[in-house]
Nanobody
Framework: VQLQAYGGGLVQAGGSLRLSCAVS????????MGWFRQAPGKEREFVAA????????YYADSVKGRFTISRDNAKNTVTLQMNRLKPEDTAVYYC??????????????????WGQGTLVTVSS
């Protein structure tokens, strides 16, 4: 199973970015998917997750109301729409797949497959 994250870039505070993650191999429609991020000098942290069907989502408090996770099982992609970005959102963003639970999971050790990351930089 391979995950390819893309869509990162440089944006001003208050702006928007849309990250996508394309998944190949495996059975994407059965995986719960998550987005995590890692800022320089910090540990990787949970951002958002979505169940296999898309019916359930979960967000970190720091992004709730600003970010939206969605998925398209026909296209094997998961998307993170990020609005009202803040400088503290600057990080490398990673998508991940959980092949076991099917529901949104916060704990990163539950995820089996990871993408390579895409850098998001928010300038003040």
């Amino acid at each position: 199973v391979q995950l390819q994250a893309y869509g990162g870039g440089l944006v001003q505070a208050g702006g928007s970015l849309r990250l996508s993650c394309a998944v190949s191999g495996g059975t994407f429609s059965s995986y719960a998917m998550g987005w995590f991020r890692q800022a320089p000098g910090k540990e990787r942290e949970f951002v958002a997750a979505i169940s296999w069907s898309g019916a359930s989502t979960y967000y970190a408090d720091s992004v709730k109301g600003r970010f939206t996770i969605s998925r398209d099982n026909a296209k094997n992609t998961v998307t993170l729409q990020m609005n009202r970005l803040k400088p503290e959102d600057t990080a490398v963003y990673y998508c991940a797949a959980d092949r076991t639970t099917g529901r949104p999971i916060v704990n990163l050790i539950s995820y089996d497959y990871w993408g390579q990351g895409t850098l998001v930089t928010v300038s003040s």
